[in-house]
Structures are given as C-alpha cells and as structure tokens.
C-alpha cells in the first residue's frame, strides 16, 4: 500500500515480524483479574463492553496511589465497581437515569479518593453522551442485555448487516471506520473466552495512537511527505489521521503473518511497547522506560530489558529523525 504521502515499508515490517517470531506474551497476563470475572457471562460482557466504550484519549487518567494510568486504571475502576454493585454496570438503569447521575458516577469512580473534584477522567459529556445511547438503544432493543446483541451476530464479524463490526458501529462509541474500540471489545471477550468468531479473516487489527508512534518510529510506515512528517514530528494537530492508521494497520498484517502470531495479538507486543520503552523517552536512546515498571517487561515474557528487543530492526534507534516521529495528533473519540 503506498498514496503519495505514506508508504509501507514491507522489509521493515518483515524484519519486526522476524524478530516477534521469537517472543511471546507472559501467560499470566491472559490470567489477570479482568479477564477471569467472577460473575455470570451477562455481566462480564457489560463489563468489557462499557470500558471500552468510554476508552478513548486517556492521556490524563491516573490513579496517583496505585499508580495506574490509562487503561490500567479502567480495568480497576470496573472490577470496583463490580465488587460494589455499581448502577453503572446496569444498562438498564443507565436508559432511564440523568447525564448529571452518570457523570458524577464517572466522577468518583475515577477520583482516587472517591470525590469528584479529583476525578481524571476528562472529556466527561462526550463519554457521558456515549453510554446513554448505548444503554437506550440496549434496553429498548435486546431488554437491556448487552450479551443478546452480541450473540445476535452468531459469531460473524460481518454478516449483511448483522455481524459484530455493522452493529455495533451504529453507536458513536464505536463507529470508527477502523474498528478500533470494536476489535479491542472483540479481543477481550475472545481472551475471555466468551466468544468464537467464525470469520476471523475479517478482523481489522487494533491500531492505537501507541501503536501507530511505534510503528512510525521503526518505518515500517514510511512518510513521504515532507511536510507531514514535519507535521508528525512537531506534534501539531491534524484534521485527520486515515492514511497513517490505514497503512499501520496494513504493516501490522504483514508482521502479524511474518511472526506467525495472532492479529489479536499485534496489540500485546506493540501497545506496551509504545506505552513504556517508546515513548516521550525511548530506551535505545535514554535507556530508560516512562512508565515503571515498563509494561512491556510485564507483559512479554523476556529474560531482561536493558535493551529494546527491536533496537536491531528499529530505523529509529539509529536515526533521530525517525525517533522523533509522533503518532498523529486528532480530536477523535475513535481510540
């Protein structure tokens, strides 16, 4: 695939799938807590699909005591909220309630202490507005189930209308034209073990703004126009991003096939990597992680990580010019 501004470079992406072919995730990240809910399949399904719903743009959202950011954090705040019964966790209840309950809800969830004034959940209208049309639409629709809709799919992605990726696409939480947030759903509810896809091949990999720097960074997408790559490189806002996530999802297939791992599994090695070791610091220039401890030593089973895995692969771990690459900066609720 290449346009007359991006390219991707398929040596490069051939080179990182060679290397990836060598790793494999720790088995105990598939055995974390949220994955493994003890509760009834109904509530497990509300749990992943609420959190993702309203996972998007976390750069803020941290939890000082504990020391969790991002998606950290919404893992934990959903288990909580399990544990305590909470009514956002009832579509039911959402379809009935005020935007005003549901955002002082979000408020103390995501506050350290429980009171609202120090929540970091920004952007709190936009996912308040989120989940109100999702739970109305639940509850007049499936009676309130979140696991009727999904099972409405039998396990096709796409399917004249009926499959998980047309459906779901209809509520503006998830209707980028990418499937970012749906595919991030699917691989939870998969690694969950609560869905089999019977179309598989339709999958489109998950592509996050990590994951796009990482790839940026390494060239295995190529920026041909100069000034979009002075663009990325001055982190100055974009009025879109579909050409960079279009040609980063396409060098993600390749890798995927090269290393022989499951697309699904793309976002495993390559979001912590962004998250942690190639960041507002990278590890092959200031030998150090931005988060501690690095997520992506947690999460992939290495013996050490004094030295980033893709150093030997990465064009950016030679060349400031590709190590200064951003992801591209969008107002977007897509991921």
């Known amino acids: 695939m290449s346009n007359q501004n991006v390219s991707v470079n398929t040596d490069q992406c051939k080179k990182a799938g060679k290397t990836l072919k060598q790793l494999n995730v720790r088995p105990e990240f598939y055995k974390r807590d949220f994955l493994n809910i003890d509760a009834d399949r109904e509530t497990q399904l509300r749990i992943y699909f609420l959190s993702v719903a309203i996972c998007q743009q976390t750069h803020h959202l941290f939890h000082k005591e504990?020391?969790?950011?991002?998606?950290?954090?919404?893992?934990?705040?959903?288990?909580?909220?399990?544990?305590?019964?909470?009514?956002?966790?009832?579509?039911?209840?959402?379809?009935?309630?005020?935007?005003?309950?549901?955002?002082?809800?979000?408020?103390?969830?995501f506050s350290y202490d429980g009171k609202k004034e120090n929540c970091t959940l920004d952007r709190l209208d936009e996912r308040v507005g989120m989940l109100l049309e999702i739970c109305k639409y639940v509850r007049e629709n499936y009676k309130g189930n979140i696991s009727?809709?999904?099972?409405?799919?039998?396990?096709?992605?796409?399917?004249?209308?009926?499959g998980l990726y047309e459906i779901l696409s209809h509520?503006?939480?998830?209707?980028?034209?990418?499937?970012?947030?749906?595919?991030?759903?699917l691989k939870l509810v998969k690694d969950a073990g609560l869905i089999k896809i019977k179309d598989p091949e339709n999958i489109i990999p998950i592509m996050d703004y990590h994951m796009q720097r990482v790839l940026l960074r390494m060239g295995c997408v190529t920026i041909i126009d100069p000034e979009l790559q002075q663009n990325l490189t001055d982190r100055k806002v974009l009025p879109g991003d579909s050409e960079i996530r279009e040609a980063c999802i396409e060098s993600v297939k390749i890798i995927s096939k090269t290393s022989g791992h499951d697309i699904?599994?793309?976002?495993?090695?390559?979001?912590?990597?962004?998250?942690?070791?190639?960041?507002?610091?990278?590890?092959?220039?200031?030998?150090?992680?931005i988060k501690q401890?690095?997520?992506?030593?947690?999460?992939?089973d290495i013996p050490s990580h004094e030295n980033c895995i893709f150093e030997n692969d990465c064009l950016g771990s030679r060349d400031e010019q590709y190590r200064i690459l951003w992801e591209p900066m969008v107002e977007t609720h897509y991921y």
Not at 152 to 162: D, H, W
Request: proline content about 5%; charged content about 20%; some cysteine.
């Open 148 to 162: 009727a809709m999904i099972d409405s799919t039998k396990g096709k992605l796409l399917s004249n209308g009926t």
């Open 171 to 185: 509520f503006t939480a998830f209707s980028d034209p990418q499937k970012k947030k749906i595919t991030f759903f």
């Open 66 to 109: 504990l020391n969790l950011w991002g998606w950290e954090y919404m893992e934990y705040a959903f288990l909580q909220m399990l544990k305590e019964k909470h009514p956002l966790l009832n579509p039911g209840y959402l379809g009935i309630c005020l935007e005003s309950d549901i955002k002082s809800y979000l408020q103390e969830v």
């Open 293 to 300: 401890p690095c997520t992506f030593f947690s999460m992939i």
């Open 264 to 289: 699904l599994k793309m976002n495993d090695f390559f979001w912590p990597l962004g998250r942690s070791c190639c960041n507002e610091t990278t590890l092959c220039a200031d030998n150090k992680c």
